[in-house]
């Protein structure tokens, strides 16, 4: 990184709201605002937005701060860690909100509004109707005291709302260059509820101006709020709520997912846990998702995070929508698969072997060098880690609930199979050293010199015999990890299960 680069001023904000599950959208915004504030060495402020007591739950919290942990990404501000704008919760900065409110009333940047839901609506449709502009229409803009009374009187609560000025509001934006907004496509908007709780609109800028934000990095969803934002900006700042300055913005680019269409937090495919349950590896998911609007290079989709960090310039951000392309994102993954180092993928392994219960939550010395020794045969394979159950659990599995695949079984082990099971176990029972070399030309000389069956047929019934399976690391070093006992045992249960000739 150029040293120029460094700029311990950057403040970036990654701000979810905890509902549901951590999706794919998220998580590439994580990333950048991770990868800009450590390409830049400066802070990066996690903040949980959680004013929508209806929607937010302390299990989608709980997720959340799980899956960040689990990608790998640190934080210098927020949860767990506190800070100098500590909270870093929502729901505890209450206090904050209604005041900042209140004095935005009281400057005249915000007012009450007492219309009825109905009374908005037939407005609305007025107006569309009369081809006019369908926002909020300005009317409670300047309530005279009597009209406010009158309201008042018929027990209406108003919401607060904010006050556009009647200006152009114009940013520019990091990714796609200048953008502007009439302020006739941009209404007042409503910033607390008549209940006394203030919404996105209002919180999420007013701790970012609290917290000192210098760069705003979000999804393009949010590109609509940017001009009320830069709005409520001018104005916080008018009565001393933050620094006074206002972050830059960048609005990083859709991910379409099926059929061209947006990809959808609901979108299975968008579910993080469903990455995090196959084994994708975090620095293999992410290299992908990084790829979601950014490259390192035309030539080479493949890096570390630390490449990424080194290299990552918001500028490079391209405003065309990404595909998410679930091929690809196995592609690179197997890749970072193949270069993890022997002890390290084991390490990895461990928790896909937990999860059906063919690894105790304490794995015993003697499994874990058993898994040691098996993994080697299965690294250069796997796209994700749970493949390695179906790779290697015949190893792992409790030999009396051992079962071979069922159409693995109506495929190979027909009355066919009989002579080559009877064959091999005879060979095996008498082989001094059962180690692969002298396994392989056991069964070699019984089989295919013994009974001139060729290579290609001898072997698969065994294979599913022994591991249950038509595929399955190499068939010689399997029989060896399982042992001579535990092998003959299942090439005679393999035995009972071919019909009869
Ligand atoms: N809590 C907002 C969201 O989850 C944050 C939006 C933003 O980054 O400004 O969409
Ligand atoms: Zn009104």
Not at 20 to 49: D, M, S
Not at 64 to 72: F, S, T
Not at 183 to 201: E, M, Q, S
Not at 323 to 337: M, P, S, Y
């Amino acid at each position: 990184m150029a040293n120029s680069e460094l700029d311990p001023t950057v403040r970036v904000r990654f701000c979810p709201s905890p509902t549901g599950n951590p999706h794919v959208g998220l998580v590439r915004t994580a990333l950048f605002n991770w990868a800009f504030a450590r390409h830049h060495g400066g802070k990066l402020v996690f903040r949980i937005e959680d004013t929508d007591a209806a929607r937010d739950s302390e299990d989608s919290y709980n997720q959340l701060l799980d899956a960040m942990r689990w990608l790998g990404f640190d934080w210098d501000e927020g949860p767990e860690i506190g800070g100098p704008h500590a909270p870093y919760r929502q729901s505890q900065r209450m206090d904050i909100y209604a005041d900042v409110a209140a004095r935005l009333k009281a400057a005249g940047h915000a007012y009450d509004c007492y219309c009825s839901t109905e009374e908005l609506d037939a407005r609305r449709e007025a107006a569309r109707a009369a081809g006019r502009p369908s926002g909020y229409d300005g009317h409670c803009r300047e309530l005279t005291a009597d009209q406010v009374a009158v309201y008042r009187g018929e027990g209406r609560r108003p919401i607060v709302r904010f006050r556009i000025p009647d200006r152009t509001l114009t940013f520019d934006d990091l990714v796609r260059g200048p953008v502007s907004f009439d302020p006739k496509d941009v209404p007042d908007f409503g910033i607390v509820r008549a209940n006394g709780a203030p919404l996105y609109t209002l919180v999420n800028p007013v701790d970012d101006a609290l917290m000192e934000i210098t760069h705003v990095l979000r999804g393009e969803d949010l590109l609509s709020s940017t001009p009320r934002q830069i709005a409520l900006y001018a104005a916080l700042a008018e009565i001393g709520v933050g620094n006074g300055t206002t972050p830059r913005f960048g609005h990083l680019p859709y991910v379409m997912g099926e059929g061209n269409k947006k990809l959808s937090k609901r979108d299975p495919q968008a579910s993080l846990n469903l990455y995090r349950e196959r084994g994708f590896l975090p620095e293999g998911l992410l290299n992908y998702l990084a790829l979601l609007g950014w490259s390192l290079s035309a030539a080479d989709d493949h890096f570390s995070m630390d490449q990424l960090v080194a290299a990552f310039d918001i500028a490079d951000v391209n405003a065309n929508p990404a595909r998410f392309d679930l091929k690809k994102c196995e592609a690179i993954n197997a890749r970072h698969v193949r270069e993890l180092a022997p002890e390290e993928f084991v390490r990895r392994l461990v928790p896909y072997l937990q999860a059906p219960g063919l690894l105790p939550a304490e794995p015993t010395a003697e499994q874990l060098e058993l898994l040691a020794a098996v993994a080697p045969l299965t690294q250069e394979r796997m796209v994700v880690l749970s493949e390695i159950v179906a790779m290697a659990g015949f190893l792992f599995v409790d030999p009396a609930e051992f079962a071979v695949d069922p159409d693995d079984a109506a495929k190979v082990l027909t009355a066919d199979a009989r002579p080559v099971l009877e064959a091999s176990i005879k060979a095996l029972e008498e082989l001094a050293d059962f180690t692969p070399e002298p396994i392989q030309a056991a069964l070699r000389e019984a089989l295919v010199d013994g009974l001139g069956i060729k290579p290609k047929f001898a072997f698969t019934p065994l294979r599913v015999a022994v591991t249950g399976r038509r595929i399955s690391p190499p068939l010689f070093e399997s029989m060896e990890l399982l042992g001579r006992a535990e092998t003959l045992r299942r090439l005679r249960g393999a035995l009972e299960l071919l019909p009869a000739a």
